[in-house]
C-alpha cells in the first residue's frame, strides 16, 4: 500500500477507510512506517509519549547532509520534560496576547486581499487568497518585515520539501541548506534587535519570558522560529484552500455562510475534521508494543494518520458526510495530547477573518479551465494551484 501513489494523493479516503477495517496498524510504502488508521489507537499513541516518543524522530532532522537543521532543536522532537519545560516558556509568550495583538491587523488585510481579487475571472486562490494572510501572519511572528514576505514564504515552501528529500537529489538538498541559511541570519538579526530594543511583539516576550527563572536558550529559540515558519504557513493555507474549494463544489453552503457569518467556526471545525490539511503525524516506537492487536517493534515509526481518525465512523456516524451540526467527541486535526498545536487558536481566528472577508464580496466561485493541482506528501494535504473565479452575484 502506497500512500503516495496517484490514485491515492488524488483522495486517500477509501484506503484510510480500508485500513481502518481491515489493517488498523500495518506497514505502509514509502518507507516503511506503520500507519495508524483508527481514533482510538491515535489517541493511545498521543497520550502516551512513552513508549510512542516524538524525541526518536529528532534523528530524521539530523541527515548528514544538513547537520544543523533548526527543527531538530524544536520541541516538536521532544518528550517531557525536556518538551514540557520548553513548551511551558513558549505558552507564556505565545498565549492569547498574540490573537490579541493580531486579530485587527488581519481582519484588515483580510479585507485588502479579497479587494484585490478580481471578479468574473479564474486566478489561482492558492497565491491570490489563502496564502496572503497566513505568510503576514507568519512575518508578524519572527519579525519579517512586509519587504522580505516573499522571501519568508520561498523558504518555507522550500524548507517544508525537506521529508521528500531523497540521499540523491543533491540539488534540492543545496536548496534547502541555501534557505536555511538564508533564513537563520535573517532570524539571527531579529532576536540581536529585539534583545536591544524590545518592541511589543511575540519575539521580544519569547527574549524575557522565564519559567522558574529560566529562559529560553539561543539554540531553542531558533529551533522555535524554525518550527513555526514549518508549522505555522502550509497548514493554515492549506486549510483556506480547502475551504473555497469547498465553496465551489457546495454553493448552497457558500449562501448560506453569506447569510449567517456567526456559523463561519463551526464550517471550519467541520472542515478540519472532515479535510483537515495535516494527514500523518510521526511517533516512534521506543520499545516493543501491541497496539490495536498489533505487535509492532521497538525503533519503528508509527504514521499517525489524523485525518483516517478523523473519519473513523467508530468517533463520527457516516464519517464522509459533511455536517456542520455534528456533535461528538473532539476531533484531531491539531493533534492531542503534550504538542497539541500551539497555533490552532490563530489558525482557526485566521482562516474564519479570511473568510469573512471573502464570503461578505463574492456570492459564489467557479472552477477554472483547468484542474487544482495537489501536493505530494505523508504529512500534509492541499492543492498547490487552485484557479478560481469569484462572482457577485
Ligand atoms: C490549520 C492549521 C494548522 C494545523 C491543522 C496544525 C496542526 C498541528 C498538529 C497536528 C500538530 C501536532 C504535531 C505532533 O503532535 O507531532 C501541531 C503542532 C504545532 N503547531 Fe500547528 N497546525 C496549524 C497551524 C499552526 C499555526 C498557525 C502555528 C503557529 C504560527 C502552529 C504552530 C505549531 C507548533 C509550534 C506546534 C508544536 C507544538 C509542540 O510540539 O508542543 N500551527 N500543529
Known amino acids: 500500500m502506497n500512500l503516495l501513489a496517484p490514485d491515492v494523493r488524488a483522495n486517500p479516503y477509501p484506503l484510510y477507510a480500508e485500513l481502518r477495517r481491515h489493517t488498523p496498524v500495518c506497514r505502509v510504502d514509502p518507507g516503511g512506517l506503520w500507519a495508524v488508521s483508527r481514533y482510538d489507537d491515535v489517541v493511545t499513541v498521543l497520550k502516551h509519549p512513552q513508549p510512542f516518543s516524538s524525541e526518536g524522530i529528532r534523528r530524521t532532522y539530523r541527515p548528514e547532509w544538513i547537520p544543523d537543521y533548526p527543527m531538530a532543536d524544536s520541541m516538536l522532537v521532544m518528550d517531557p520534560p525536556c518538551h514540557t519545560r520548553l513548551r511551558a516558556l513558549v505558552n ?50 519572527v519579525g519579517i518585515p512586509p519587504s522580505l514576505h516573499a522571501q519568508l514564504k520561498q523558504w518555507a515552501e522550500v524548507m517544508t520539501r525537506f521529508t521528500s528529500v531523497g540521499p540523491d537529489d543533491l540539488e534540492l538538498q543545496e536548496q534547502i541548506r541555501a534557505a536555511l541559511a538564508e533564513a537563520r541570519r535573517h532570524f539571527e538579526q531579529v532576536l540581536e534587535e529585539r534583545r536591544h530594543e524590545p518592541r511589543d511583539d511575540l519575539i521580544s516576550d519569547l527574549l524575557q519570558a522565564r519559567v522558574d527563572g529560566e529562559a529560553l536558550t539561543d539554540t531553542e529559540l531558533m529551533g522555535f522560529m524554525f518550527l513555526l515558519l514549518i508549522g505555522g504557513l502550509e497548514t493554515t493555507v492549506h486549510l483556506l484552500s480547502s475551504c473555497v474549494l469547498k465553496f465551489q463544489e457546495d454553493p448552497a453552503l457558500m449562501t448560506r455562510l453569506r447569510e449567517e457569518p456567526a456559523l463561519i467556526p463551526r464550517f471550519l471545525d467541520e472542515m478540519l475534521r472532515h479535510s483537515g490539511p495535516v494527514h500523518g503525524i510521526v511517533r516512534m516506537v521506543t520499545d516493543d508494543v501491541e497496539l490495536g492487536g498489533v505487535q509492532v517493534p521497538r525503533g519503528e515509526r508509527l504514521l499517525l494518520l ?27 486535526p491539531f493533534g492531542h495530547g503534550a504538542h497539541f498545536c500551539l497555533g490552532a487558536q490563530l489558525a482557526r481566528m485566521e482562516a474564519r477573518l479570511a473568510l469573512e472577508a471573502l464570503l461578505a464580496r463574492f456570492a459564489r466561485l467557479t472552477l477554472g479551465n483547468e484542474p487544482a493541482r495537489w501536493n505530494i506528501s505523508l504529512v500534509i494535504r492541499g492543492p498547490t494551484w487552485l484557479p478560481l473565479a469569484g462572482h457577485l452575484d
Do not use: K, W, Y
Open 92 to 141: 507564556r509568550a505565545f498565549g492569547t496576547s498574540v490573537l490579541h495583538r493580531l486579530e485587527e491587523r488581519v481582519r484588515e488585510l483580510a479585507h485588502q486581499v479579497v479587494t484585490a481579487l478580481p471578479a468574473g475571472r479564474p486566478v489561482d486562490f492558492v497565491d491570490g487568497f489563502s496564502s496572503r494572510v497566513p505568510i503576514c501572519v507568519l512575518g508578524e511572528l
Open 306 to 332: 489524523l485525518a483516517s481518525a478523523n473519519r473513523d465512523e467508530a468517533q463520527f456516524p457516516d464519517p464522509d458526510r459533511f455536517d456542520m451540526e455534528r456533535p461528538g467527541p473532539q476531533n484531531l
